[in-house]
């Protein structure tokens, strides 16, 4: 797969910027149990981050539209954005903390997630008039204040996708996990993420399985943002949705490989 030209159309990632505490556990502990860590690793993470590092690896313009605190964990993730190539314009400094989380990552790669800061992404301003026609705009979490901007966008020409519930008939995509599903829409393609056993597309009443690619799993942190990049990656190049999910699949599943919560170089080349 061909990268690292420039794309006419711009990225804009909608969504959270995160410093992650990463735990590698044998197990998770039940209720009043104790665990030890094998290994602990501070590192840069957030959905959206994740997201719009897969596509500035890969050769996209992409700008970041999110916030960060006015800490020391916000500064490392400026300066790890800005590291991959993605413009932080538009990245806000709130007063507080960074979004930060824990992540309890087991022997098969599987991860539980715990907040430590509220979110406050429902609180940011989005450049509407900033965004062109044809440029592709990614909300990597959802807020009902989103809802106006995300008109706007795809009534301007931009090509709106989110993760559910997203705003509908704005979103032409919607890339989620099972779980993030409560039905599944009949007005957008549903883009509905199932792990280990792959993906499944539920566009016009037609429902396609696409297998994932076998891998050994050793930290599937970042595993759907990279899916959700590789298809944004191929609408941006104007390929197919199954030629968008096929990427999709083959970049999360060399991110799983790696113990990291974003998407490196050698996941999206």
């Not at 998770?28 to 997201?51: D, K, L, Y």
Request: glycine content about 10%.
């Amino acid at each position: 797969m061909p990268c690292g030209r420039p794309h006419m159309a711009d990225f804009w990632i909608i969504g959270p910027i995160a410093w992650d505490l990463a735990l590698y556990v044998d197990h998770i502990p039940p209720s009043g149990h104790f665990v030890q860590a094998s290994e602990s690793v501070e590192r840069p993470g957030g959905t959206g981050a994740n997201v719009a590092v897969a596509l500035s690896q890969a050769g996209g313009r992409v700008h970041m539209v999110g916030y960060i605190g006015d800490d020391a964990a916000g500064r490392n993730m400026t300066t790890a954005l800005t590291a991959a190539g993605v413009n932080v314009d538009h990245v806000q400094v709130l007063p507080g903390h960074t979004s930060s989380v824990v992540l309890l990552i087991e022997p098969d790669g599987e991860r539980t997630i715990i907040g430590i800061h509220p979110d406050l992404l429902h609180t940011i301003t989005i450049p509407t008039d900033e965004v062109a026609p044809g440029d592709i705009v990614y909300f990597a979490a959802w807020h009902a204040p989103f809802t106006v901007p995300a008109q706007t966008m795809a009534a301007a020409g931009a090509l709106v996708t989110s993760v559910p519930p997203g705003t509908t008939p704005a979103m032409r995509y919607l890339i989620g996990s099972r779980n993030d599903f409560s039905a599944i829409p009949e007005d957008a393609t549903a883009i509905v993420t199932e792990g280990p056993e792959g993906v499944t597309v539920h566009s016009s009443g037609e429902r396609t399985h696409y297998p994932a690619i076998p891998t050994e799993a050793v930290d599937v942190t970042g595993a759907g943002d990279a899916f959700a990049a590789g298809f944004l990656w191929q609408l941006a190049e104007g390929r197919t949705l199954a030629e968008g999910v096929k990427l999709g699949l083959t970049w999360a599943a060399t991110t799983v490989q790696t113990k990291s919560s974003m998407p490196n170089r050698t996941s999206v080349l």
